[in-house]
């Protein structure tokens, strides 16, 4: 069933502590055939404001065209509402949908997750459902308002993970505000998925890409927690990319923007430093 909800200007962010245990180097073993999506990285805007979203995945189903797909997951979430418009059109394809979790599928891959009709995941692999997160500022008005719409949005999510798996919204709703994280075996027990994901088709790749995700990821998290604001970490990672090579882009159909770089840049070490700099001025070092 198609989910139709509207957000009312309000971001949903990827949890702390999903972005914490998400490994990037984790991948399919093989994802080159022609009906292969990946979504491997944050859903809706990423470090770079780029990310994982529907226009990226509707150019990759018209591409597809008339034929089954599917798609590979390894994703810490990101904005809940991109999840919802991704699912939404996964479920309008008209050939079967197959989705494969390979390490984690987190808040809005978690959605995007129940769009297959036949739902694998990894024995080693994690879903990860929970309430809506977000940032936001304004008077106690405002706020009280946000908080009566997420929990309209988060009723609507367990209504959803309800309708998959078979268990009831109340079930599933206590999971969310516990920020559950659920292994394999029990998914496919929750109903969550359909069935357990080879071993063989999911493998460890180390490549300096996953390298330079781990360091965004990191130096993100440092950056919050010294306190500088969102937009302003965004700022600075976009200027990093600006000094990044773009990368030629492959023939495999990966969400992520095709002229993501796929090497670490020269200077990143530098970034990197100078990140570090600004984060030791923070602290007032």
């Known amino acids: 069933m198609k989910h139709k ?51 990226r995945i509707d150019a990759a189903l018209r591409a597809i065209g008339e034929r089954d797909v599917t798609v590979y997951i390894n994703s810490p979430g990101g904005d809940m509402f991109e999840g919802i418009a991704i699912y939404n059109r996964l479920l309008e394809h008209s050939h079967k949908v197959t989705t494969k979790v390979l390490g984690m599928a987190a808040s809005a891959a978690s959605i995007i997750y129940l769009a297959g009709a036949e739902r694998q995941v990894a024995s080693s692999a994690f879903l990860m459902i929970h309430n809506c997160w977000t940032f936001l500022a304004g008077n106690r008005h405002y706020l009280h308002d946000v908080a009566d719409d997420m929990e309209e949005f988060d009723a609507a999510m367990a209504d959803l993970y309800a309708e ?76 990093f990319k600006s000094s990044m090579p773009r990368a030629a882009g492959g023939g495999t159909r990966n969400a992520a923007p095709t002229d993501k770089p796929n090497a670490v840049a020269p200077d990143l070490s530098a970034s990197l430093s100078a990140a570090t700099n600004l984060l030791n001025s923070l602290k007032g070092k």
């Open 164 to 239: 998959t798996s078979g268990q009831t919204p109340e079930s599933m709703a206590e999971l969310m505000d516990d920020e559950t994280f659920i292994r394999g075996k029990r998914a496919v027990e929750l109903g969550l998925a359909t069935s357990i994901l080879a071993a063989g088709e999911v493998t460890e790749r180390e490549t300096e890409e996953s390298a330079q995700t781990n360091a965004l990821k990191a130096m993100d998290t440092a950056l919050a927690k010294a306190g500088m604001p969102r937009s302003e970490r965004r700022e600075l990672f976009a200027s």
């Open 5 to 55: 909800i509207q957000s009312r200007g309000l971001r949903s962010e990827v949890s702390p502590r999903a972005l914490d245990k998400w490994n990037p180097a984790i991948q399919a073993a093989v994802e080159s055939t022609a009906e292969t999506i990946t979504i491997y990285g944050v859903i809706g805007e990423d470090w770079y404001g780029e990310g994982v979203t529907l226009k």
